[in-house]
């Protein structure tokens, strides 16, 4: 099994930028398709990006297209998302996770391992 951390998340203001990481351990981490899912108070859990396992492939929720990238170092064993333009409605907890499938899935059921979280608060 793998097991994940991520770190990077604070408080900024609207518009502004915070790059999240995500650093896993255990099993090879480059066999791993990755996502980030956030959590927002009394709101279920959505997908928000996800990059297959070399990196090549990537798929993105619309409410983030164009202002988030994902991005991993297999060497480094990490994951990263690029947030940029960040509104108020972005605030939640955001989780990485991994599938050890091929598919980019918007689904949290299909990810095996999960981090525990990363608080991003957006202020107007």
């Known amino acids: 099994q793998v097991q994940l951390v991520e770190s990077g998340g604070g408080l900024v203001q609207a518009g502004g930028s915070l790059r999240l990481s995500c650093s896993g351990s255990g099993r090879t981490f480059s066999i791993y398709t990755m996502g980030w899912f956030r959590q927002a108070p009394g709101k279920e859990r959505d997908f928000v990006a996800a990059i297959s396992m070399s990196g090549g492939r990537l798929s993105y929720a619309d409410s983030v297209k164009g202002r988030f990238t994902i991005s991993r170092d297999n060497a480094k064993n990490t994951v990263y998302l690029q947030m940029n333009s960040l509104k108020p409605e972005d605030t939640a907890v955001y989780y990485c996770?991994?599938?050890?499938?091929?598919?980019?899935?918007?689904?949290?059921?299909?990810?095996?391992?999960w981090g525990q979280g990363t608080q991003v608060t957006v202020s107007s």
């Open positions: 996770a991994a599938d050890g499938s091929i598919l980019l899935s918007y689904s949290g059921a299909d990810y095996d391992y």
